[in-house]
């Protein structure tokens, strides 16, 4: 800040000079103590200088009656997961009051490398959202699958050491971290070296291997599913990160083990949120008004979306309704069942009523285009060849990113291929390389995604996203991934040997360079036809879940362009018991 800049701040906030915008006559939550003041807001250059009575101002606006709160911040969000760009992205989160967000650009790093975050960097300047990225720590996510890039220590250096980055994000390859392992170990000295922070992701680690992990720097975690899972990593120091997203739902159930001693050390994220979510539900608003229906205390679950995350972010100029702040605000009217009025960033109106307010600009997408390379690929490559009937299967539990380990009984053919009966809720899925033309394919079995005809092709795959198949018969599924690569990366559903509906997503086959509106569209099209066509069951998002099957960082058992793995050793497993 400049001299002059400084004084004018501290002339406003002292009454000597009116204000640029003073909000009248508000109730102020005051979020370090969790309580509603009444009086003025005042701001000026894009600061609060002071709150209380009798400030004048250039803009007057009488909120009598209403509420003015920080504005929101996201502690942990992927944007690839909305399948809209960052710029797009900003336009449809900021009417739901958030105001800065932290992502991690995990999914398309994994794809196009550095190249893809610089694309990220330069898209988000364009948006008035303020997006801070942290740095991806796992590309790939680990050494049991093929992605599109390998980002090592050495190549953090610079996006750390010139503050691209807030971070590294979620350290997901916890195995590595626990055993200390040279590679891990280089990724959190250059971390520590720029000193920036370090998210978590530990399912399920508990007891010393919980320890260590955090002992190696790791401020919090966003994978806790359970109470007890949440208690220990706070009682350890770590922030939590409560998860509302699209598929992901572990906020009601955590919410059990909010206490008044404990909350100022939890904070509301979605982590992946899809555009029809935000659309059709909100975004860390949405997150609140749950949290109000289970019976917390507003203004404690306010903490948990500005202060909490402000502090747990490591950002000392938000968070907070109080001299000095960003004046990144939002206003609502109804404490008990809270709707985002009007949104201002840096003391601008930025959303009105639902609405974005700024034109929309455009980031050009060619350096992340034409990201699908497969080779070889045919109908042949999706034939297994089991040696016996009793066999593992990746099994969906609906509204979860975890998955278990079933134990099937199949049916074979005299050389050994699966044969699909709609009686077992079971079917064929692959995934094929999609990033250097290594011709990669591993085919595995899937239970309780319920698709009883046709098939399903994605180009996400998190993490590395290579393309996911699945479906009742080899030809509807070939020609799938066949319309998939035609298409340039997104969703296809097949059936009977038609395409019946596409999702384009040409920014590395991860978003779409349209609105959030019309990709919607698309999605609502794809969900009602594999719905009532595929008849896959209306609890189970047919893209996000999907999506999940390769994640072989999450348990229990994951499938990837390179065989079956179990997450909770961290190694291949057969196919058959």
Do not use: W
């Not at 370090?32 to 807001?41: N, P, R, S, T, W």
């Not at 319920?450 to 399903?456: Q, R, S």
């Amino acid at each position: 800040m400049e001299k002059q800049d400084l004084k004018k701040l501290i002339d406003v906030a002292a009454g000597r000079l009116p204000a640029d915008l003073v909000f009248k006559n508000a109730n102020i939550i005051d979020v370090y103590q969790a309580q509603i003041l009444k009086g003025d807001v005042a701001v000026v250059a894009g600061k609060i200088a002071g709150i209380g009575e009798n400030y004048t101002g250039k803009t007057e606006i009488d909120l009598t009656g209403k509420y003015i709160a920080p504005g929101f911040i996201e502690s942990h969000i992927h944007i690839e997961s909305a399948y809209v760009s960052p710029e797009e992205f900003g336009r449809l989160f900021t009417p739901c009051g958030t105001t800065t967000i932290f992502a991690d650009p995990h999914e398309i790093v994994n794809v196009a490398g550095l190249t893809g975050l610089n694309y990220m960097i330069a898209a988000a300047k364009l948006s008035k959202l303020n997006i801070h990225y942290m740095l991806p720590s796992c590309v790939p996510a680990t050494n049991m699958e093929n992605s599109g890039a390998v980002i090592t220590a050495d190549d953090m250096e610079q996006p750390l050491a010139t503050n691209q980055v807030d971070g590294l994000a979620e350290f997901m390859d916890y195995p590595s971290v626990i055993n200390a392992t040279d590679q891990a170990l280089a990724k959190i000295l250059m971390a520590q070296k720029y000193h920036k922070r370090i998210d978590g992701h530990a399912p399920q680690v508990t007891g010393h291997n919980l320890d260590a992990y955090i002992a190696a720097g790791i401020d919090n975690d966003h994978e806790c599913s359970t109470i007890e899972e949440m208690q220990a990593r706070l009682a350890r120091g770590m922030y939590v990160f409560l998860r509302e997203g699209s598929v992901a739902h572990d906020l009601r159930t955590l919410l059990k083990g909010v206490t008044s001693q404990n909350a100022r050390r939890c904070v509301l994220a979605a982590d992946d949120m899809q555009a029809k979510t935000v659309l059709n539900t909100g975004h860390l608003d949405h997150s609140i008004r749950i949290c109000i229906e289970e019976g917390l205390d507003p203004l404690v679950a306010i903490q948990m979306a500005t202060i909490n995350a402000a502090e747990a972010c490591s950002l000392n100029d938000r968070g907070a309704i109080a001299p000095g702040k960003r004046a990144d605000l939002v206003i609502f009217n109804d404490l008990a069942d809270i709707h985002i009025e009007e949104t201002y960033i840096n003391g601008e109106l930025i959303a009105q009523k639902g609405k974005y307010l700024p034109p929309v600009t455009r980031y050009p997408i060619t350096s992340v285009q034409s990201s699908i390379h497969i080779k070889d690929f045919s109908e042949a490559k999706l034939k297994m060849h089991l040696k016996s009937t009793n066999v593992r299967a990746i099994e969906v539990i609906a509204g979860e990113v975890l998955t278990k380990e079933a134990h099937v009984t199949v049916e074979l053919d005299n050389t050994g291929d699966f044969i699909y009966n709609p009686g077992n809720n079971l079917t064929k899925i692959a995934v094929i390389e999609r990033h250097h033309n290594t011709g990669n394919v591993f085919v595995g079995l899937l239970k309780g995604y319920g698709i009883k005809e046709g098939a399903i092709a994605i180009s996400i795959g998190h993490d590395s996203h290579n393309v996911i198949v699945t479906g009742t018969n080899d030809s509807d599924m070939t020609l799938a991934v066949e319309a998939l690569t035609k298409l340039g990366g997104g969703a296809i559903i097949v059936k009977n040997g038609a395409v019946l509906a596409r999702m384009a997503l040409p920014i590395a086959g991860l978003m779409s360079d349209q609105s959030g509106e019309n990709i919607v569209k698309q999605q609502d099209l794809l969900d009602d036809v594999a719905h009532k066509e595929l008849q896959i069951p209306t609890n189970i998002n047919p893209v996000m879940t999907l999506s999940f099957m390769p994640l072989a960082v999450i348990p229990e058992l994951k499938i990837t362009d390179m065989g079956l793995v179990n997450v909770t050793q961290f190694k291949f497993v057969s196919q058959e018991l």
